[in-house]
């Protein structure tokens, strides 16, 4: 019999330990459960794990403090006892807990980020998460130990609801005290605030005279991002942003990487340059209307192509002067040459002649000799 019920319970432990999933069919009304569903009810039925720190309790003492004022500054505690203004002092100890104690206590419930508002709004509560003695009753005393002339002073202050209620107002600001102030940042941060404030008004008066006036038109193609279309070499890979086909020929001046055909470009340069006359005729107060703006707002193309050919007649001109030049070289050498030829055959005829000479005089030597 005990070997029978150690079978039993054998096989029920691995029937309910194989992790095996029906896919929820077990889950419909009038459907029998089996060994699967029970799988799916421990996993559902398990131990959850916290992902943080426990929610804190109640206080049961109520809302009391014993001090009016508070300010958390480089790691260090200020307060004032009963006066709402006046300097604050360097808290050292409030019954018996120093800075690190009541936060190490404040950290153990309770979101992680809000560990100071727990000791400003929740300090019974924080003595008891610490194990500390919290007064039970309003207007009952409380060691207090602060730093004031240098020296460690220690104090009884009474725990009543109207510091609280004034601490409460005010503790999230540093309560005025002079050891969380900072004039050096206080200045820049209005600055920035000018600054901001500048801008804005500016653009707010540029869109409304805008507004009143109409906008005028730009003198170039722009992209989408109001920056100038330039020209470059043309690219083969590139997609035109308007019309996508391959091959561009311009492109934006800042890197926005939008690039344009030529057809493209011809067309927005038309249709810009009317918006511009357009706008030009209706304001003829306006500096573009004179001829130098006229000028100086012919197309780039246009210009480009002007210079090339003035370029390219300058350089026609250039090389058929350089041609002539090469002519008139070449026609130079071979002249020298042809005198060095008629130089040279009257040399020769020249030593011709003298050996014809000697030889007669040679001639009529032997002759008078015999």
């Known amino acids: 019999m005990a070997r029978f019920l150690a079978v039993v319970a054998l096989s029920a432990h691995i029937a309910f330990s194989q992790p095996n999933i029906d896919g929820g069919r077990g889950d419909l009304p009038g459907m029998k459960q089996d060994m699967f569903d029970q799988v799916k009810k421990q996993k559902k039925g398990g131990p959850k794990i916290a992902k943080g720190p426990p929610d804190c309790p109640k206080s049961a003492f109520g809302q009391m403090s014993p001090f009016t004022s508070m300010a958390f500054t480089n790691g260090e505690v200020y307060v004032r006892l009963d006066a709402s203004e006046g300097p604050c002092h360097k808290l050292i100890s409030v019954g018996g807990a120093n800075h690190s104690t009541l936060q190490n206590a404040s950290l153990t419930c309770g979101p992680v980020g809000e560990w100071k508002k727990r ?143 030529k057809l493209c470009y011809k067309a927005a340069k038309k249709k810009t340059r009317a918006k511009l006359k357009e706008w030009l005729e209706k304001h003829p107060e306006d500096v573009d209307n004179s001829k130098s703006s006229k000028d100086d707002d012919e197309d780039d193309d246009a210009k480009k192509d002007d210079g090339s ?29 042809a005198d060095k030829d008629t130089t040279g055959d009257e040399k020769a005829k020249s030593d011709d002649k003298s050996e014809e000479e000697e030889k007669e005089d040679k001639d009529d030597k032997d002759v008078a000799d015999s």
């Not at 060691?143 to 409460?168: F, M, P, R, S």
């Not at 920056?227 to 019309?243: K, T």
């Open 119 to 261: 000791i400003a709004e929740e300090m019974s509560m924080v003595f008891f998460q610490g194990g500390l003695e919290w007064p039970k009753s309003e207007n009952e005393t409380i060691e207090v130990i602060i730093e004031q002339d240098g020296e460690n002073v220690t104090l009884e202050t009474t725990i009543n609801e109207a510091k609280y209620a004034e601490l409460l107002q005010c503790w999230a600001r540093s309560c005025d005290c002079e050891q969380a102030k900072n004039p050096k940042m206080k200045i820049v941060l209005f600055a920035l605030l000018l600054c901001a404030i500048g801008g804005l008004g500016f653009d707010s008066v540029k869109l409304g005279w805008e507004s009143f006036r109409g906008k005028k038109p730009a003198k170039h193609v722009l992209c989408k991002k109001d920056h100038r279309m330039v020209e470059v070499n043309f690219a083969y890979s590139h997609i035109c942003d308007i019309c996508r086909k391959t091959g561009t020929a311009y492109q934006c001046s800042v890197t926005c990487n939008y690039d344009m055909c």
């Open 309 to 337: 050919q003035s370029e390219g007649g300058e350089e026609k001109k250039k090389q058929g002067a350089k041609k002539e030049s090469e002519a008139e070289s070449d026609d130079k050498p071979d002249g020298s040459e």
